[in-house]
């Protein structure tokens, strides 16, 4: 637990369409489709921060220049070269999550670039807005409880079979208030019942607000039981900071700043990127 960032040789992510891309530096609705992973906020490794492209690769390789597993330009998991160690996919929910976890497992294990043994790695996990836009379609699979087991699983299996290594959990955001986020077209609004349409009925968004801080406390309960604790080479941190994050308003509308978001109104854009890349590094050097 005294890892400090010049120690990291390999950096992973694993998650939903937000950690594959989708979204990020796009333009128009079409662009939104396609999987922009070398500038993810807690993967992608294209350019620098001086360019800037700013995500927590790029934070990491100015103490640890040598680091390996970054994602690199627009690719799916299919792409290995590109994609390297994020094996996030789009539609991606909670019980996916153990899979994930096997695939970045065998990946990293046929990579002869990498000492797996000894290289300590920083793994990243943001996973659940898919959980949340289908609670009210189908409460049991989406439940917290089903939230924690199968994050259960998938960091079990990476204390057994991936020493030296640092997980960052960052929390599932509050997803509501994208209801709010419109514009006069009316487009956004039609995007909302398209992705989620969870969200359209107050009753819908006060019980996704609530299971989303179901996963919150679930996950906090689970992380500081101590069960990932029991080692030097392996833990396990919840990073909490996006648990109540609201959008910014636009002091020019009196809005949701619409910049946080891609043209369909629901992706992150690459201003939010780059955000919660601060986030995250300020809350791994504070922690």
């Known amino acids: 637990h005294e890892l400090r960032p010049a120690d990291v040789k390999i950096i992973a992510a694993l998650g939903d369409s937000i950690t594959a891309g989708h979204g990020v530096g796009a333009e128009n609705l079409i662009a939104v489709v396609s999987q922009n992973r070398g500038e993810v906020w807690s993967h992608g490794g294209d350019e620098s921060l001086e360019f800037p492209v700013i995500t927590l690769t790029n934070v990491i390789r100015k103490f640890s220049p040598a680091v390996r597993g970054y994602s690199f330009c627009g690719s799916t998991t299919l792409n290995v070269r590109k994609s390297a160690f994020n094996l996030a996919e789009a539609g991606a929910r909670n019980v996916h999550l153990p899979q994930q976890t096997e695939d970045l497992i065998a990946r990293m294990k046929n990579d002869t670039t990498i000492d797996y043994q000894n290289d300590w790695k920083v793994v990243t996990i943001l996973l659940g807005g898919n959980d949340l836009c289908g609670y009210c379609k189908n409460e049991e699979s989406n439940s917290p409880e089903n939230y924690v087991k199968n994050f259960q699983i998938a960091l079990d ?131």
């Not at 604790?229 to 990073?239: G, Y």
């Not at 009196?254 to 890349?277: I, K, M, N, Q, T």
């Open 157 to 287: 299996t990476m204390m057994e079979e991936m020493p030296r290594t640092f997980v960052n959990v960052k929390v599932m955001l509050d997803t509501t208030p994208l209801y709010n986020m419109t514009d006069d077209s009316g487009w956004c609004d039609f995007m909302h019942e398209q992705f989620c349409s969870c969200l359209m009925t107050e009753d819908g968004r006060s019980e996704m607000r609530n299971v989303q801080l179901g996963y919150y406390y679930g996950m906090r309960d689970l992380i500081d039981s101590g069960r990932y604790d029991v080692s030097d080479s392996f833990t396990v941190v919840l990073q909490p900071h996006l648990r109540d994050q609201k959008p910014f308003i636009d002091p020019t509308t009196g809005r949701y700043d619409l910049s946080y978001v891609s043209p369909d109104c629901f992706h992150p854009s690459r201003v939010a990127h780059e955000g919660f890349a601060f986030m995250i590094w300020n809350m791994m050097v504070s922690n």
